[in-house]
C-alpha cells in the first residue's frame, strides 16, 4: 500500500533564513499572527520580513551553449567506439543543456537529435530513431547539406518496421536532397549506389525487448457515478462530526474493483525526477525532449512540452532551479502549482465568492454541486487542513513559505500588472493568502505519484523476495481521492497511470462499511506503537482502526496455524482466535452458540489448488490471470477466515503486485520473477 505525499514544506538553506526571518519578528507582530483569522492577513503581516530572504534566479536557466557542444564532441567519441548506451546518456545531457534562442543554438540542437537517432539505428530501436527526425524537422534548423544523411536513416528505418510505401518516400527525399550536399561527384555517385542498394536490400526488424508481461485483455472502461464522477457508482460519501467526509460501500463490493479513477487537479514531478519523467503527463523519459527555455525539466513528447509550456511551466520555468536549490518539497511545488495552472484572471473572478464563503461560514450549503469535479477549484479550496490544530510556530513557517513562492511568482510574468518585491499589493496578498491555504491543505490530501523500478537487490515483501520497488517520483492532489479515511488495514490499493490515480480494492467490502485507504503505516510491517506515532507526527490524529485498537500483530509475529473464524450465527460480531489443532466445537462468548470450525477448515483446503496455480502464473508474467486466481483465493479466505493471518496478508500482497504492474513502470523496468 503507498502513503500520502507528505507533510515537510521546504528544508536546506531556505529553512534556515525562515528561522533567522521569525527570530527577528517583533512580540507585537507575533500577536497579531496569533489573532489573525484568515490566510490573506497573514500574508500581509510577515511579508516585509520575509523579503529579506534574498531571491537569485538563474537568468540562463541552466542552458549553456558551450558544455552542450562539449557533449556533442564527447557523445561521438562513445559513438565511434561503439559504446552506444554512453553515447546515448551524453547526447541526451547535451540535448537538454542546449539552448534554442539562436540559430546558431537551434543549429547545434538538430546536430545532436541527429546524433542521437544515428545511436538508435545502430541499435535497432527504429521507431525512436523515427521520433527523432520528427523532433529534428520541428526544430528546424538542421544544415540542408546533411539533410540527405537523415532521409536514408528515416528510409531504412521504415523498411525495417514494414512500411514500403513511406520507406519509398523517404528513399525519393534522400535523393532529392543529395543536391544540397557538399559531396564532390565521386562521393555523390556512391551515394546515389547506397541508396539504390538500401531499397532493394530489407532490413530485418529486431525486436529487443527482454521477458514482456504478457498484456492485459482489453482493459474495462470505468463509469463513475453521477455526483462523484470519479468514484464507482457503489461508492457513497458521508459526513460527521469526528470523521469528517468519508467514503462509504453504498452496495457489497467485490475484492479487485476499481473503485476510483482520478485526474490530479494539479500535479508535480518531484526535483529527483525533474530529468528522468516528463513534466506533463509523467512518462519514464527514455528520449527526452527539452525544454526551450530551461534544462530543469523533460518531456516524453513535444506534444507534452507545448501543453506544459502554453500552463503551468510558462509560469514557473524562470523559478524552478531556485526551488529545486532550496529544497523545496513537492507540497510546495503543488501550491503553487494549483495557482501557476490558471490564469491569473480566473482567481480575481473567484475572489468575491471565496471570500463569501469564508465571511459567511457556509461552505457545506453553497458547495455542494451537481458534480464532484477533479478539476473544480471550489474542491480544493474546502479540503481538511485542521488550521485550529496548528502550532505557531508551524504556521510561521508555512506563511513565510508561502510569502516566498509568491515573491517567486512576482518575478514571473504571472501578474497581468506590474509589480515590484518591496510593496504588497492587495491582489499579491490574495494569492498569497490562497497559497498558504494551499500549502496547509496539501499537508493532508497530497498523494505520491509513483513508478515500478527494479531493485539492484533482492529485497524481503512479507514472505517474498522481490526484485522490484515502488518508487515515488512526484505528488498530486486529488479531490476525491482526498475524501478517504486512513486505516492500517486498508480497503484498497493504489496506483498510477502516468499521473492518473486508480484505486482498487483489496478486501470484499459489505455495504454500509467504510472504505478505508492507508496514509503510510501499515500493520503488518510496523507496530501499533510506530503506527501510531507516525500518524500523529504527519496526519495529526490517534489512529482508532482495528487493528490498532485490537493491537493486531505485525506479520512476522503471526503463525500459519493460528485462525480467527467468525462465529456461524449470522450478523454476530464475535471472531474466535483458534489453532488447527484445537477443539473444533467452540461456544460463541457473544451468542453463546456452537460454532463448528470444521466447514471453515475444509473450505480452506480449496487453497491448496489455487494458490499453486496463481504463483505458477505470477512467475510467467501472466499477471491477468494470476491476479484472478488470487482474487479466488481471497475470497474463500475472507469467506472462512478474518484478518489477521499470514495467508490473507501474503494472496493480498501478490494481488497488489498484480495490480501496480498495471501502472507507471521506469522505461527500463523490466519484470523478474519472485523468488
Given at each position: 500500500?503507498?502513503?500520502?505525499?507528505?507533510?515537510?514544506?521546504?528544508?536546506?538553506?531556505?529553512?534556515?533564513?525562515?528561522?533567522?526571518?521569525?527570530?527577528?519578528?517583533?512580540?507585537?507582530?507575533?500577536?497579531?499572527?496569533?489573532?489573525?483569522?484568515?490566510?490573506?492577513?497573514?500574508?500581509?503581516?510577515?511579508?516585509?520580513?520575509?523579503?529579506?530572504?534574498?531571491?537569485?534566479?538563474?537568468?540562463?536557466?541552466?542552458?549553456?551553449?558551450?558544455?552542450?557542444?562539449?557533449?556533442?564532441?564527447?557523445?561521438?567519441?562513445?559513438?565511434?567506439?561503439?559504446?552506444?548506451?554512453?553515447?546515448?546518456?551524453?547526447?541526451?545531457?547535451?540535448?537538454?543543456?542546449?539552448?534554442?534562442?539562436?540559430?546558431?543554438?537551434?543549429?547545434?540542437?538538430?546536430?545532436?537529435?541527429?546524433?542521437?537517432?544515428?545511436?538508435?539505428?545502430?541499435?535497432?530501436?527504429?521507431?525512436?530513431?523515427?521520433?527523432?527526425?520528427?523532433?529534428?524537422?520541428?526544430?528546424?534548423?538542421?544544415?540542408?547539406?546533411?539533410?540527405?544523411?537523415?532521409?536514408?536513416?528515416?528510409?531504412?528505418?521504415?523498411?525495417?518496421?514494414?512500411?514500403?510505401?513511406?520507406?519509398?518516400?523517404?528513399?525519393?527525399?534522400?535523393?532529392?536532397?543529395?543536391?544540397?550536399?557538399?559531396?564532390?561527384?565521386?562521393?555523390?555517385?556512391?551515394?546515389?549506389?547506397?541508396?539504390?542498394?538500401?531499397?532493394?536490400?530489407?532490413?530485418?526488424?529486431?525486436?529487443?525487448?527482454?521477458?514482456?508481461?504478457?498484456?492485459?485483455?482489453?482493459?474495462?472502461?470505468?463509469?463513475?457515478?453521477?455526483?462523484?464522477?470519479?468514484?464507482?457508482?457503489?461508492?457513497?460519501?458521508?459526513?460527521?462530526?469526528?470523521?469528517?467526509?468519508?467514503?462509504?460501500?453504498?452496495?457489497?463490493?467485490?475484492?479487485?474493483?476499481?473503485?476510483?479513477?482520478?485526474?490530479?487537479?494539479?500535479?508535480?514531478?518531484?526535483?529527483?525526477?525533474?530529468?528522468?519523467?516528463?513534466?506533463?503527463?509523467?512518462?519514464?523519459?527514455?528520449?527526452?525532449?527539452?525544454?526551450?527555455?530551461?534544462?530543469?525539466?523533460?518531456?516524453?513528447?513535444?506534444?507534452?512540452?507545448?501543453?506544459?509550456?502554453?500552463?503551468?511551466?510558462?509560469?514557473?520555468?524562470?523559478?524552478?532551479?531556485?526551488?529545486?536549490?532550496?529544497?523545496?518539497?513537492?507540497?510546495?511545488?503543488?501550491?503553487?502549482?494549483?495557482?501557476?495552472?490558471?490564469?491569473?484572471?480566473?482567481?480575481?473572478?473567484?475572489?468575491?465568492?471565496?471570500?463569501?464563503?469564508?465571511?459567511?461560514?457556509?461552505?457545506?450549503?453553497?458547495?455542494?454541486?451537481?458534480?464532484?469535479?477533479?478539476?473544480?477549484?471550489?474542491?480544493?479550496f474546502f479540503l481538511c487542513r485542521n488550521e485550529h490544530l496548528r502550532s505557531r510556530n508551524?504556521?510561521?513557517?508555512?506563511?513565510?513559505?508561502?510569502?516566498?513562492?509568491?515573491?517567486?511568482?512576482?518575478?514571473?510574468?504571472?501578474?497581468?500588472?506590474?509589480?515590484?518585491?518591496?510593496?504588497?499589493?492587495?491582489?499579491?496578498?490574495?494569492?498569497?493568502?490562497?497559497?498558504?491555504?494551499?500549502?496547509?491543505?496539501?499537508?493532508?490530501?497530497?498523494?505520491?505519484?509513483?513508478?515500478?523500478?527494479?531493485?539492484?537487490?533482492?529485497?524481503?515483501?512479507?514472505?517474498?523476495?522481490?526484485?522490484?520497488?515502488?518508487?515515488?517520483?512526484?505528488?498530486?492532489?486529488?479531490?476525491?481521492?482526498?475524501?478517504?479515511?486512513?486505516?492500517?488495514?486498508?480497503?484498497?490499493?493504489?496506483?498510477?497511470?502516468?499521473?492518473?490515480?486508480?484505486?482498487?480494492?483489496?478486501?470484499?467490502?459489505?455495504?454500509?462499511?467504510?472504505?478505508?485507504?492507508?496514509?503510510?503505516?501499515?500493520?503488518?510491517?510496523?507496530?501499533?506503537?510506530?503506527?501510531?506515532?507516525?500518524?500523529?507526527?504527519?496526519?495529526?490524529?490517534?489512529?482508532?482502526?482495528?487493528?490498532?485498537?485490537?493491537?493486531?500483530?505485525?506479520?512476522?509475529?503471526?503463525?500459519?496455524?493460528?485462525?480467527?473464524?467468525?462465529?456461524?450465527?449470522?450478523?454476530?460480531?464475535?471472531?474466535?482466535?483458534?489453532?488447527?489443532?484445537?477443539?473444533?466445537?467452540?461456544?460463541?462468548?457473544?451468542?453463546?452458540?456452537?460454532?463448528?470450525?470444521?466447514?471453515?477448515?475444509?473450505?480452506?483446503?480449496?487453497?491448496?489448488?489455487?494458490?499453486?496455480?496463481?504463483?505458477?502464473?505470477?512467475?510467467?508474467?501472466?499477471?491477468?490471470?494470476?491476479?484472478?486466481?488470487?482474487?479466488?483465493?481471497?475470497?474463500?479466505?475472507?469467506?472462512?477466515?478474518?484478518?489477521?493471518?499470514?495467508?490473507?496478508?501474503?494472496?493480498?500482497?501478490?494481488?497488489?503486485?498484480?495490480?501496480?504492474?498495471?501502472?507507471?513502470?521506469?522505461?527500463?523496468?523490466?519484470?523478474?520473477?519472485?523468488?
Open positions: 500500500m503507498s502513503e500520502k505525499a507528505g507533510s515537510n514544506i521546504g528544508h536546506s538553506e531556505f529553512q534556515k533564513c525562515c528561522q533567522k526571518v521569525i527570530g527577528q519578528l517583533t512580540p507585537e507582530t507575533l500577536d497579531k499572527l496569533n489573532e489573525s483569522k484568515d490566510e490573506e492577513t497573514r500574508v500581509r503581516l510577515l511579508y516585509e520580513a520575509v523579503t529579506k530572504i534574498e531571491i537569485t534566479p538563474d537568468k540562463d536557466r541552466g542552458k549553456s551553449y558551450e558544455l552542450a557542444l562539449e557533449g556533442k564532441n564527447v557523445g561521438n567519441s562513445f559513438f565511434a567506439k561503439k559504446e552506444h548506451q554512453k553515447a546515448l546518456k551524453t547526447y541526451n545531457m547535451a540535448i537538454v543543456l542546449c539552448p534554442q534562442d539562436t540559430n546558431e543554438s537551434r543549429e547545434l540542437l538538430t546536430i545532436l537529435i541527429s546524433n542521437r537517432s544515428a545511436t538508435y539505428f545502430e541499435l535497432k530501436e527504429y521507431k525512436k530513431v523515427l521520433n527523432d527526425i520528427d523532433y529534428l524537422i520541428e526544430v528546424g534548423n538542421y544544415p540542408q547539406h546533411l539533410q540527405y544523411k537523415v532521409w536514408l536513416r528515416k528510409a531504412k528505418s521504415y523498411d525495417a518496421l514494414g512500411n514500403e510505401r513511406l520507406s519509398s518516400d523517404a528513399f525519393n527525399q534522400a535523393v532529392e536532397s543529395l543536391k544540397h550536399s557538399k559531396l564532390d561527384e565521386e562521393a555523390m555517385e556512391a551515394k546515389l549506389k547506397e541508396i539504390d542498394t538500401a531499397r532493394k536490400t530489407k532490413v530485418n526488424k529486431v525486436d529487443k525487448h527482454g521477458l514482456e508481461l504478457v498484456p492485459s485483455s482489453s482493459p474495462e472502461i470505468f463509469v463513475g457515478a453521477k455526483e462523484y464522477i470519479a468514484a464507482h457508482p457503489k461508492v457513497a460519501f458521508e459526513q460527521d462530526a469526528y470523521q469528517g467526509r468519508f467514503a462509504i460501500a453504498a452496495e457489497d463490493i467485490e475484492a479487485g474493483t476499481v473503485i476510483v479513477e482520478e485526474n490530479p487537479h494539479c500535479s508535480v514531478v518531484d526535483s529527483e525526477h525533474a530529468l528522468n519523467n516528463c513534466q506533463y503527463c509523467f512518462v519514464s523519459v527514455e528520449q527526452p525532449i527539452a525544454c526551450p527555455m530551461c534544462a530543469h525539466v523533460v518531456f516524453c513528447s513535444t506534444i507534452c512540452e507545448r501543453l506544459a509550456n502554453k500552463g503551468f511551466h510558462r509560469v514557473e520555468c524562470p523559478v524552478l532551479e531556485v526551488l529545486f536549490k532550496n529544497g523545496a518539497s513537492v507540497n510546495c511545488l503543488l501550491a503553487m502549482r494549483i495557482v501557476s495552472q490558471r490564469h491569473y484572471s480566473f482567481f480575481n473572478d473567484k475572489k468575491n465568492k471565496l471570500k463569501d464563503y469564508l465571511r459567511d461560514n457556509c461552505k457545506k450549503s453553497i458547495i455542494k454541486k451537481k458534480n464532484y469535479r477533479f478539476d473544480d477549484y471550489d474542491n480544493v508551524d504556521l510561521l513557517h508555512y506563511t513565510c513559505m508561502s510569502i516566498y513562492l509568491l515573491r517567486l511568482l512576482k518575478t514571473t510574468k504571472y501578474f497581468p500588472f506590474e509589480v515590484t518585491d518591496e510593496a504588497l499589493t492587495d491582489d499579491e496578498a490574495y494569492i498569497g493568502g490562497l497559497i498558504l491555504r494551499h500549502l496547509q491543505l496539501l499537508q493532508f490530501n497530497a498523494h505520491e505519484i509513483s513508478e515500478l523500478a527494479n531493485n539492484e537487490k533482492v529485497v524481503m515483501q512479507v514472505g517474498f523476495q522481490a526484485r522490484y520497488e515502488n518508487v515515488t517520483i512526484g505528488a498530486g492532489l486529488y479531490p476525491t481521492l482526498a475524501l478517504f479515511n486512513h486505516s492500517c488495514d486498508p480497503s484498497i490499493v493504489r496506483y498510477n497511470v502516468k499521473n492518473k490515480m486508480v484505486v482498487r480494492t483489496i478486501k470484499p467490502i459489505k455495504a454500509g462499511e467504510i472504505i478505508y485507504e492507508n496514509y503510510g503505516p501499515l500493520y503488518m510491517t510496523q507496530s501499533t506503537e510506530q503506527r501510531q506515532e507516525v500518524l500523529k507526527k504527519s496526519y495529526w490524529f490517534e489512529c482508532l482502526c482495528i487493528p490498532c485498537v485490537e493491537m493486531w500483530p505485525t506479520f512476522n509475529e503471526m503463525h500459519e496455524n493460528e485462525l480467527r473464524i467468525p462465529c456461524a450465527t449470522e450478523k454476530c460480531p464475535f471472531v474466535f482466535s483458534v489453532r488447527t489443532e484445537d477443539d473444533p466445537f467452540l461456544t460463541c462468548d457473544y451468542c453463546k452458540k456452537i460454532t463448528s470450525i470444521l466447514p471453515a477448515v475444509k473450505g480452506l483446503m480449496i487453497l491448496d489448488e489455487i494458490l499453486p496455480e496463481a504463483e505458477e502464473l505470477f512467475g510467467n508474467g501472466d499477471l491477468e490471470n494470476a491476479m484472478h486466481k488470487f482474487l479466488q483465493g481471497l475470497e474463500i479466505l475472507y469467506k472462512h477466515t478474518r484478518p489477521p493471518h499470514p495467508e490473507i496478508i501474503k494472496v493480498q500482497h501478490r494481488i497488489r503486485a498484480c495490480m501496480i504492474h498495471k501502472g507507471n513502470k521506469s522505461h527500463h523496468y523490466k519484470f523478474l520473477d519472485f523468488v
